[in-house]
């Protein structure tokens, strides 16, 4: 057990629900102990019995909880470049995805590399996330499709966690798209490999949760249901792929089970805010993915804002749609191109973020009880984080994870 440890001299943005913007305390203190955060509150209030315990000074420094990715497909082999070229010139995400293209190209490269490769890709990728404060990331499957190969990859996630002082939390994505083996038929898909996989994945405890691709060019509401009633039977928490290209209602399906969060939204029809806000899911907004395929739908976010529903933002790192590995750059856009303040996109990437993996009683908040995970920032005002673009203002990050 490591000792106490006594933070003085912090400009606190706790994001806690309180009346200050951020939940900023401007004289804060914190006290770790173990590695969990006993106690949060202005200096000047320090409680006595804290006397004499080990203390670091961060010098007026900004302190924000670790920043959260909850939308990552941060394991895959190759690049898509050349679809970057492709559509530059006018072809479409979806002509080249029914052109043999897309997922099932990242798939072909993915199952051709090894676990050795895949893992130092993922690192580099990883290392990317952590200079800038990211303590815990989401990743999913999705680019294995075949029972061995999906499960493959989650393996492989769960490594990096004993290689990095970060949290990785696992999502099984079998349901991204039909590989070729089965054109023709994505039912047989979800029955023989989407299902029985997730059924040994979860034997094996590498689920945390079950999503989706549900899309005129992936599955249907039909087909996802029926992954629903799987992960439901196996108490595993959903979440979902929706709205990204059409109105599937996705958001609306995964509201009905309970999930913890529908992503990427943009075609979200804004009479089904009110039913989707009603099921408590996080609205995920992936403004990587709306950048990089040049979408000009925006998502209803003036609705959703209206309707109380808690918006995080990710990277949505992939090779296809958001190949990009800086969480900072994905607030900087749900900014410029959502209209989020800065203050709800740092929301997105810890309060909102911690809820949409499920982690929101020890994640994502500056407050007794949390883990003591912590980003200390060279800046004087938490909106910088969003209006920086490139370099990492971050001056250290503050970890517990190796003590219990
Ligand atoms: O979140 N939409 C589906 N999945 C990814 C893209 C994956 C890919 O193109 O490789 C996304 O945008
Ligand atoms: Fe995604």
């Not at 943009?266 to 907004?285: C, I, K, Q, R, W």
């Not at 309707?307 to 949505?316: G, K, L, N, Y």
């Not at 911690?354 to 020890?362: F, P, Y």
Request: with cysteine; hydrophobic share 45%; charged share 20%.
């Amino acid at each position: 057990m490591k000792q106490d440890l006594l933070l003085t001299g912090c400009k606190l943005a706790a994001t806690q629900q309180d009346e200050n913007a951020y939940g900023l305390i401007a004289g804060g203190a914190v006290l770790i102990r173990g590695n969990r955060i006993a106690w949060v509150g202005d200096a000047d209030n320090i409680p006595s019995e804290y006397a004499g315990i080990e203390t670091e000074d961060l010098d007026g420094r900004l302190v924000t909880p670790a920043l959260i990715d909850c939308h990552t497909h941060l394991v895959f082999g190759g690049n898509r470049a050349l679809e970057f070229e492709m559509r530059l010139s006018g072809a479409s995400y979806e002509d080249i995805a029914r052109a043999g293209g897309g997922i099932i190209s990242t798939v072909k490269t993915t199952r051709g590399a090894t676990d050795d490769e895949l893992i130092e890709l993922a690192l580099k990728r990883l290392d990317d996330l952590i200079s800038e404060g990211v303590g815990v990331v989401e990743i999913k499957s999705g680019y294995g499709l075949t029972i061995e190969d999906e499960i493959r990859m989650l393996r492989i996630a769960r490594r990096l966690e004993t290689l990095r002082p970060i949290k990785i939390v696992t999502t099984w994505l079998a349901a991204h798209a039909v590989p070729p083996e089965y054109t023709g038929r994505s039912d047989a898909y979800i029955d023989e490999v989407a299902i029985p996989g997730l059924q040994q994945a979860a034997a094996e405890g590498l689920v945390d949760a079950v999503d989706g691709f549900c899309e005129n060019i992936a599955f249907s509401c039909d087909q996802i249901e029926r992954l629903f009633i799987a992960a439901k039977t196996l108490s595993l928490p959903v979440k979902l792929h929706a709205e990204q290209l059409s109105d599937q209602k996705g958001a609306l399906l995964a509201a009905r089970f309970g999930g913890l969060s529908a992503d990427h939204l943009e075609y979200l029809n804004e009479n089904d805010t009110a039913a989707f806000a009603a099921s408590g899911a996080v609205a995920v907004l992936l403004p990587g993915a709306f950048y990089t395929l040049n979408e000009t739908k925006l998502p209803p976010v003036g609705a959703l804002r209206e309707h109380s529903v808690e918006m995080a933002i990710a990277t949505d790192c992939n090779p296809g749609s958001s190949p990009i590995s800086s969480i900072l750059t994905a607030m900087n856009m749900a900014c410029t191109q959502f209209a989020l303040t800065p203050e709800e996109a740092l929301l997105g990437v810890t309060r909102h973020a911690a809820k949409a993996l499920g982690l929101s009683d020890q994640y994502g908040v500056i407050a007794p009880g949390y883990r003591a995970e912590l980003a200390v920032w060279n800046v004087d005002h938490p909106a910088e984080l969003s209006y920086w673009l490139g370099g990492s203002p971050l001056h250290n990050y503050i970890t517990r994870r190796a003590t219990i």
